[in-house]
């Protein structure tokens, strides 16, 4: 299964942007999903998951990201608003295919695909 994200770009602070991931194959519905980002110099951190128990989020990101299953159109997405500095990354979309309470989301091992990534530049 390979992972296409798209939607990255530069916006300013306060900003907002919708990140896609889309895979090759397979159904998302009863997938685990998740989102995280690697700043340069910094390590990959999880920035939201979506598992059977809904969504869950890091703390940096609660109330202002959104993570989404579409599944009729079979997209995963995410929805970022008052986008800050700090957010500035790649963005990757990750894939556990197969039910998922979402347990360890933010450990990348959880996770058995992964996209290439989407760069996000937010200015201050």
């Known amino acids: 299964v390979e992972l296409q994200e798209s939607g990255g770009g530069s916006v300013q602070a306060g900003g907002s942007l919708r990140l896609s991931c889309v895979p090759s194959s397979g159904r998302i519905g009863p997938w685990g999903m998740g989102w995280f980002r690697q700043a340069p110099g910094k390590e990959r951190e999880g920035v939201a998951a979506h598992g059977n128990g809904g969504a869950i989020y890091a703390d940096s990101v609660e109330g202002r990201f959104t993570i989404s299953k579409d599944y009729a159109a079979n997209i995963l997405y995410l929805e970022m608003n008052s986008l800050k500095p700090e957010d500035s990354a790649t963005y990757y979309c990750?894939?556990?295919?197969?039910?998922?309470?979402?347990?360890?989301?933010?450990?990348?091992?959880?996770?058995?695909?992964w996209g290439k990534g989407t760069r996000i530049t937010v200015s201050s």
């Open positions: 990750a894939a556990r295919p197969m039910l998922w309470c979402g347990g360890g989301w933010a450990e990348a091992g959880q996770y058995n695909y």
